[in-house]
């Protein structure tokens, strides 16, 4: 079963659930495990048949499946061979990500899309789907908070780097990488107004 502890203004679920409401059924199935597996292959449009526990009794419902709007990537940080974003807005909707990040609000918080096989991350057996919530015992709210080797007290020659992270499901982890800066430089990719990509040193920054 879920509980619903918060409606967005404005969602599909805004005039059918309620706060406090707990999930027990949908389409006939007890459901048994998060969200994420709940709306798992169900495409936007769908109408959920929800049977709900509100106020003591049973109700049903139903929920037609909107898309998530998204804020879109307008740029990309390779970092130690971690692909990084900003939290995406859908996952910010979803309750997906830290709740430190939730209330925020804004494009708060660095995602982890994709770890790049070969990296010094890869290496050390750093995961995607994970929230970057400091490094080196420094906060991380920005991909502009992801440090160069430049910024390191000794230049980041030889220097380990500890990266505190945190998955979807709270799970906190400590990953100590060593940064190579000839293959594996720090680099962005940002997107401009006409809609070309152009690559950034961060390095040379």
Not at 35 to 50: D, E, K, N
Not at 71 to 89: F, N
Not at 168 to 192: A, C, I, S
């Amino acid at each position: 079963a879920l509980c619903v502890n918060r409606i967005d203004q404005g969602s599909p679920a805004e005039n059918v659930l309620r706060e406090g409401d707990v999930l027990v059924r949908s389409c006939g199935e007890y459901i048994r495990e998060g969200c994420a597996a709940l709306l798992a292959g169900v495409r936007p449009g769908r109408r959920l048949a929800l049977e709900v526990f509100r106020a003591g009794e049973m109700v049903s419902v139903e929920l037609a499946l909107g898309a998530t709007p998204s804020d879109g990537s307008e740029r990309i940080s390779i970092w130690h061979g971690l692909v990084c974003v900003a939290t995406p807005l859908a996952l910010r909707r979803a309750n997906l990500a830290p709740r430190s990040l939730l209330e925020a609000g804004g494009g708060a918080g660095v995602y982890v899309v994709r770890v790049c096989y070969g990296s010094p991350a890869q290496s050390t057996g750093m995961r995607s789907q994970v929230f970057v919530l400091e490094v080196d015992g420094r906060p991380v709210s920005s991909l502009e908070d992801l440090p160069t080797a430049a910024s390191a007290p000794d230049g980041g020659l030889g220097s380990d780097i500890r990266i505190r992270t945190v998955d979807h499901y709270g799970k906190e982890g400590m990953q100590t990488l060593r940064p190579d800066g000839l293959f594996w430089p720090h680099t962005e990719l940002r997107r401009k107004p006409d809609g070309e990509w152009v690559r950034e040193d961060r390095e040379a920054s």
